[in-house]
Structure formats: C-alpha cells, structure tokens
C-alpha cells in the first residue's frame, strides 16, 4: 500500500521548508542580535500598518469623538512604528524588556497553573514551565539592556528551528509508517 502522489507532494514540501526552517532557526541562533533587529523592524512595519489601519478605521466612525479618537491612535501607532523603524536599537532594548515581562508573568501563570491541577498526573510539566520561564526572565531582567543583544534573536531561533525540526519530523515518520510496496 503507497501513498498517494498528493501526500507524497506535501511531504516533500513539508520536509524542504523544515530544512529552511532550520537552517534559518541556527542563523538566527549564531547572530541573535541581527536576528533580533530584524524581528523588529519588522513588528515596526506591523505597528505602522496598524497605524494606518486606525486612520482608515477613523472614516467609518459616524461621531466626530470617536473619529478623533481613532486618529489619535492612529498617529501613537504611526509614531511608534515609525521610531522602532528608524531606531531598531532602540526598538530592541524596548521589546526585551516587554519580553522579559511577559515570559515573568507566564512563568508566575504556569506555576498558580500547577499548583491548581497538582493532584493530576502530568502536571509536574507545568511547574517545571513556569520555574524555566521565571529562570529565563530573571535572566533577561537582571542582565537588561545588555541582554538585548541576544534576547529576541536567540529565542526567535530557537523557536523557528522547533519549528523546522516538526516540519522535518513529521513527514519523516509518515514516510516509515507506510510500508513500502
């Protein structure tokens, strides 16, 4: 019994984009500051389109107040996207940071998390998620701006090349499940 020349085509698809995703994942691990700066540019553009957006939201509003007010955040969504756009260092220092208290703040949910659930089975995963996240948060924290430098890119690589280990992973182990014909 073979597999069929459509999951076979998406296999090979899935398996060249794990490839890429990897090979991106361990750029972006070996140079996470550049990693990190282009990650901000490009939250930067996603901010200043947002910005745009609220402009073009403005001219549905039918009151004049809220109208104004649509702007008003049009131009804070312009203004910031426009600062992280021009000054990525800047941006990078700024979004570590919020980073950092994200990841404190998952770690404090992750740990009530577990001690809600502890009687079931499994849950130890939570508490050792939020110890790790309250670890790395420290470590971004305590070492702020300095772990600017590495921060984002690092984590942005470790996540993309996650990524493309699944995406290679995947369809590797479909492939040994179908006997040969």
Same mark, same amino acid.
């Given at each position: 019994m073979g597999t069929s020349p459509v999951v076979e085509h998406a296999t090979g698809w899935s398996m060249a984009i794990g490839v890429l995703l990897i090979m991106l994942g361990v750029l972006a691990v070996g140079a996470p500051f550049f990693a990190g700066l282009a990650a901000t540019v490009f939250y930067g553009w996603l901010i200043a389109f947002a910005g745009a957006g609220h402009f073009i939201y403005a001219w549905s509003e039918r009151g004049a107040g809220a109208a104004l007010w649509q702007m008003l955040i049009g131009v804070l969504y312009l203004f910031a996207g426009f600062y992280v756009i021009f000054h990525p260092v800047g941006g990078i220092i700024a /979004?570590?940071? $919020? /980073?950092?208290?994200? =990841?404190? $703040?998952?770690g404090v949910l992750e740990l009530v998390t577990f001690f809600a659930v502890r009687r079931l089975s499994g849950t130890a995963w939570f508490l050792l998620d939020g110890i790790v996240s309250l670890v790395l948060a420290a470590l971004i924290l305590f070492h702020w701006p300095n772990s600017s430098v590495w921060a984002i890119g690092t984590l942005l690589? =470790?996540?993309i090349l996650f990524s493309g280990i699944a995406r290679l992973m995947m369809p590797m182990s479909r492939r040994r499940l179908v006997p040969a014909v």
């Open positions: /979004l570590t940071l $919020v /980073l950092a208290c994200y =990841i404190a $703040v998952e690589g =470790i996540s």
